[in-house]
């Protein structure tokens, strides 16, 4: 088949094409994580699905490294690549909901925010990220931890269907009823399958949420730790939020005499109903005396928004992550000599709770395997200054040494680094060889390889 040029791609989509001879190249080649500096030789700002199918067909028969840009929020930078193409969904943002079956579709570049905003004024939610600038489909296609899963289990739980344009440039739908396989696959699989340009979500009933951030002396992070690894166990799904290790930013409701120095953290989040919220909640008060919080009723997408600040694009980024089963005294100890390292005011440690409704689901009924962890922790390297790239990504790389012989093998692709491609088989545990098989049917050529890849 003869090749597509850039002037017969230009004719068969409707978004902008920019190469590099085009004033907004460099605009257009920017993602999030502002470590990541590629050149791509052609992006695609796709105004739909159609437009999509024809980056995917312009990549395939040109040979090219392909590309895909949801959000753009890939800590890796798969987002992006040199010499390649990239299929840029971040104009595709629509949200439309249904009310009255409790649904709502959204297309492949929408942002959690986005999704929040369409669903709140009905009162209703599914489960989302911590950050609301993060994109639906990446999060999603790892998985999808956040604020509601303990009641609502994973963003993939919730998954109804997707619209997907797969290697050879058709579009599928996948779901229960078409294409079994590859809906499988993508609850959890990461973008090995295919471009996805929408997603259809089960909501629940959500409109405001009890909860925020409480602030806990580091000499008390031991007895957080330990209480709320009790609490967490069997508390009511409704009762969310996690413990982190943060430098206290310059907000009015924390002491001015401590802004900027490192705390450990409760961000609570109870989704039942209002009138009981501050009754669960105080059981993280109980931990250890509270030296600043800003809880109360609100909006979900306010907490679901609230760290946004901290983490604007641009900032370098460096993450690892692993499963916890059970967070063992070893464990906590570790967390004691390294989260109150915390480099600056936008890194971070969180470690989620991932049981609850998440552990309802059997672990090969959806790619997302870890349904016996308990816990998902990520140390979230984000700092603004490149110079101090080598030393806060030791502080990371250092912190996951020391946590990992307590955790499982495996861990949440979606908080993988570039170099974790050799633990690809172990974060799927179980079902990768069922994984491989699928890429093998709607991928052989590997063309969708910018991810943690799952060889065929």
Request: hydrophobic share 40%; net charge negative.
């Amino acid at each position: 088949m003869a090749k597509i040029s850039v002037d017969q791609l230009r004719e068969r989509v409707r978004g902008a094409v920019v190469t590099p001879q085009d004033a907004a190249y460099d605009e257009a080649r920017k993602v999030y994580n502002a470590m990541i500096d590629r050149k791509p030789a052609v992006v695609v700002r796709c105004a739909g699905a159609a437009d999509v199918m024809a980056t995917v067909d312009f990549a395939r028969e040109n040979g090219l490294d392909l590309a895909v840009r949801g959000g753009s929020h890939s800590v890796p930078g798969f987002g992006t690549c040199d010499d390649g193409v990239v299929a840029d969904l971040t104009g595709m943002r629509g949200v439309r909901v249904d009310p009255g079956d409790r649904t709502a579709r959204a297309e492949g570049g929408a942002t959690w925010g986005d999704f929040n905003a369409a669903t709140h004024v009905f009162g209703l939610a599914t489960t989302g990220g911590i950050i609301s600038t993060t994109g639906v489909g990446g999060l999603t296609l790892g998985g999808g931890i956040g604020y509601l899963c303990r009641g609502q289990g994973l963003s993939c739980d919730n998954l109804v269907s997707a619209d997907v344009v797969t290697a050879d440039g058709r579009l599928v739908v996948a779901s229960e009823d078409e294409n079994e396989d590859l809906y499988w696959a993508l609850r959890g699989g990461g973008g090995n399958f295919g471009a996805v340009t929408s997603l259809e979500f089960r909501l629940a009933p959500v409109q405001d949420v009890y909860g925020g951030p409480m602030l806990f002396e580091l000499a008390d992070a031991g007895a957080v730790l330990r209480g709320y690894r009790e609490l967490i166990a069997d508390a009511p799904r409704q009762l969310g939020g996690f413990p982190a290790f943060q430098i206290a930013p310059p907000l009015p409701f924390i002491p001015e005499d401590r802004h900027g120095e490192p705390f450990i953290l409760i961000v609570a989040c109870w989704a039942g109903p209002i009138g009981e919220g501050e009754r669960a909640v105080q059981q993280f008060r109980e931990f250890a005396p509270v030296v600043a919080e800003h809880v109360g009723p609100m909006p979900y997408p306010a907490l679901n928004s609230a760290f946004d600040a901290l983490v604007p694009p641009g900032l370098q980024h460096y993450w690892k992550a692993n499963f916890v089963t059970e967070l063992s005294d070893a464990a906590i100890e570790a967390h004691l000599v390294h989260g109150p390292r915390v480099p600056v005011v936008n890194s971070t440690v969180h470690i989620y709770p991932i049981n609850g409704a998440c552990h309802d689901v059997p672990q090969d009924a959806t790619a997302f395997a870890y349904r016996d962890a308990s816990f998902a922790t990520v140390i979230a390297g984000m700092w603004p200054d490149p110079a101090d790239n080598e030393a806060n990504t030791a502080w990371v790389r250092g912190y996951y040494e020391a946590t990992a012989p307590h955790s499982e093998e495996g861990g949440y692709v979606n908080f993988m680094a570039g170099d974790d491609q050799d633990r690809v088989r172990a974060n799927y545990k179980g079902n990768y060889d069922r994984l491989v098989e699928v890429k093998r049917a709607y991928d052989p050529d590997n063309l969708f390889h910018l991810n943690q890849n799952i060889k065929p």
